[in-house]
């Protein structure tokens, strides 16, 4: 079974503090994804990464960074958390078989509060 | 931009019944993927089944399946003979099917929609 793990479940941190999320993948896919997940809103693309040191920006990447540099392993940063980035985060890994595109597998996710 | 609708914010059905959640999306692509995922409480998102818009025929996992309307951009799923592990948040969500290829890597994103409560009642 493919396993994905986030090393936290709940996190709680103060305004302008640095965060690190961290997310890793036991079966060797190649691409690595962040997501945020508020309430009415979905799932929306924060980065994702395609190989070790790329990046991609998704839908909602301002306040975040990010870091791949191990294939196994994708780490979310808030540089300066603030209050608007307390929700819960989503990490998930696909393969990426060439003509086919493959299932996401998502963590247990990690609800952040900032205070 | 591809977007995914849910227009049921939050469902509930009597154990054992059957009941369809909604899903519409819109792109101008003709190769595509579409999901269904779900969300328990507290617990891990999990793929409940899948799509592929150059099928003609419906996916089926057991007492899960979709009414997949290409012309109209309707991809609803169905679930039967309902149980309480059936309670969770349902997703819809659109992957463009041009991916498989790091200069294609863009094309790997899911949208999804905003989502559906399903509650499952004794």
């Known amino acids: 079974d493919v396993k994905v793990t986030q090393s936290s479940r709940y996190l709680v941190k103060r305004t302008g503090e640095k965060v690190f999320l961290e997310c890793v993948q036991d079966?060797?896919?190649?691409?690595m994804f962040w997501y945020r997940q508020d309430p009415g809103l979905g799932l929306r693309l924060i980065y994702f990464?395609?190989?070790?040191?790329?990046?991609e920006k998704g839908d909602i990447p301002e306040g975040y960074s990010v870091s791949r540099e191990k294939k196994e392993r994708f780490s979310l940063i808030l540089e300066s958390a603030s209050t608007n980035q307390t929700s819960m985060y989503l990490c998930?890994?696909?393969?990426?078989?060439?003509?086919?595109?493959?299932?996401?597998?998502f963590g247990p996710g990690t609800r952040l509060t900032v205070l | 931009a591809q977007t995914v609708t849910q227009s049921q914010p939050e469902m509930s059905v009597q154990e054992a019944e059957t009941v369809t959640l909604s899903c519409t999306y819109d792109?101008?692509?003709?190769?595509?993927?579409l999901f269904w995922y779900k969300q328990p409480p507290s617990r891990q998102m999990i793929l409940v089944i899948r799509?592929?818009?150059?099928?003609?025929q419906n996916a089926t996992e057991n007492r899960f399946s979709v009414n997949f309307q290409k012309a109209a951009k309707s991809f609803s799923l169905k679930i039967s003979d309902s149980q309480l592990g059936d309670t969770a948040m349902y997703f819809c969500?659109?992957?463009?099917?041009?991916?498989?290829?790091?200069?294609?890597?863009?094309?790997?994103?899911?949208?999804f929609g905003t989502g559906t409560r399903l509650t499952i009642i004794p």
């Open positions: 998930a890994s696909s393969l990426m078989t060439s003509g086919r595109t493959n299932t996401q597998y």
């Open positions: 079966m060797d896919h190649e691409n």
């Open positions: 990464s395609y190989d070790v040191k790329m990046k």
């Open positions: 792109t101008s692509e003709s190769n595509y993927y």
């Open positions: 799509q592929e818009a150059y099928k003609q």
């Open positions: 969500a659109f992957m463009n099917g041009r991916g498989g290829h790091i200069s294609n890597f863009g094309n790997e994103k899911l949208t």
